[in-house]
């Protein structure tokens, strides 16, 4: 499910970045370093699977700790909130203290409070984990992006690493539900529990990989405090408004005080020396590119699966867990599309493989308007136009993933990859919000998925577009 991870001025740039970031290798760094792919791909895993298996594990939750509905919303947002607040923090910490060193200490946490939330006898202490688990993959995601940038010295080898980092998002989307259901009869403290062999694994591996360079700088601590604070309120006035309505008061004032605080921050990033997120970045053509990819992409694909899922277990009346086995075709349908990617891109360029994902996402969001007014076969219908988007979605992702890295200097390709990343969360959390709330007012459901698809394709159809002017640019 998801999504990531270049105008004669763009190559120019990635040009001119391909340099630096040379001779900043590290002299261990080998053209080709399997152990960085197996890494970085299964961060990417727990990261992705750690929501999906969560959801299943809620009624038996609710049932032993007595989690109100307020209070099951909170054990999934407290892991999403700051998982999207804290990475362009966690993306600067990766750029100073070094992306291998960030990477171990977001696993060794992400292990800690799995087991906090294993343990917990309160759902107090329950959220409490889940909040430290959101800290952990806040360094964990931007950190792995970095360790491929830092261990591949050609872009074939980083590309083909970025399909299986890829990968590893799709397989969570199969494993998680599956996992889930395997586990959640048992007990559901291990659905966090499994978490923490994948960790020390993770760990052990670690240890094979070279020191990532650091990049000392004067910590910007009034950006980082504006970051936050702006993040938090906006995702936290997504959420809040998806749930109470976006009129309500709450939500209101944490999108006006969001707002005020990412305006204050951007002037903040224009005025000191060294600032959390180098204005200079967003300079790049490529870098606008994947912004606007990764932002558009993960809105209309969690937004997607979640209005396919409250159709099929509210229209069809299907089980939550037949619910969630149902996504699963979609998942090897990425993987595919993420395998697809490398050769794409490799064939025809990655700006080529970006059109085609696209226009399959398109054409996917298209069929499950048309399969959701139907009377019938809804259910196999709808997982065909999910697959298809699915792929799309697995050929896009690595393709916006390396232009990241392509147009930024390795110095920076920590805070590059985190500013990518928060979009990705923020593009999630606005996309759940609005296409619930569209949903929830329509006369009927399927109406309500039509329209909220409908934006879909409208975002779908400008990422064609800017993708396909700024390739007559480089033409040019």
Known sequence: ??????????????????????????????????????????????????????????????????????????????????????????????????????????????????????????????????????????????????LINEAYLTEDHRRRALAAWGIGGSAATAVGPLLGGLLVPIHWSLVFSVNIPICLAILLMSGKLATS?????????????????????????????????????????????????????????????SPLMPLSLFSSAGIRLALLGGFSMILSWNGCVFLSTLFLQQELSLSPLVCGLSFIPSAFSGAFGNLMSDRLAGARGSRFALMVGTALLTLGYGLIIVFAGLDALDAPLIALAVCLAGMGGGINTPCLANLVLKSTDAQHSGIASAVFNAMRQVGGAIGIAVFGTLTSVMATMSLGIATSLGISILLMVLLFITNFHTREKAAA
Request: hydrophobic content about 50%.
């Open 213 to 273: 360079p650091r990049v000392p700088q004067p910590v910007d601590l009034i950006g980082q405090i504006l970051a936050i604070v702006a993040l938090t309120c906006l995702v936290g006035g997504i959420i809040e408004g998806g749930a109470q309505g976006f009129t309500q008061t709450v939500p209101m004032a944490l999108l006006i005080v969001g707002a005020v605080g990412l305006a204050l921050f951007i002037f903040s990033q224009s005025r000191v020396a």
């Open 1 to 146: 499910m998801s999504t990531s991870t270049l105008s004669s001025t763009s190559s120019t740039t990635t040009q001119t970045a391909t340099t630096p970031a040379a001779k900043t290798k590290t002299p261990a760094a080998t053209p080709y370093n399997p152990t960085a792919t197996i890494v970085a791909s299964s961060a990417m895993f727990l990261a992705c699977m750690d929501t999906l298996i969560t959801n299943l594990a809620l009624p038996s939750i609710q049932e032993e700790l007595g989690a109100s509905l307020a209070a099951q919303q909170w054990i999934v947002d407290g892991y999403t909130l700051p998982f999207a607040t804290l990475l362009l923090l966690a993306g600067n910490l990766s750029d100073r203290f070094g992306a291998k060193r960030a990477f171990i200490c977001g696993t060794a946490g992400f292990a800690l409070s799995s087991a906090i939330c294993a343990l917990a006898n309160s759902v107090e202490m329950l959220i409490l984990g889940r909040a430290l688990m959101g800290v952990a993959a806040a360094l964990i995601l931007p950190s792995s992006m970095s």
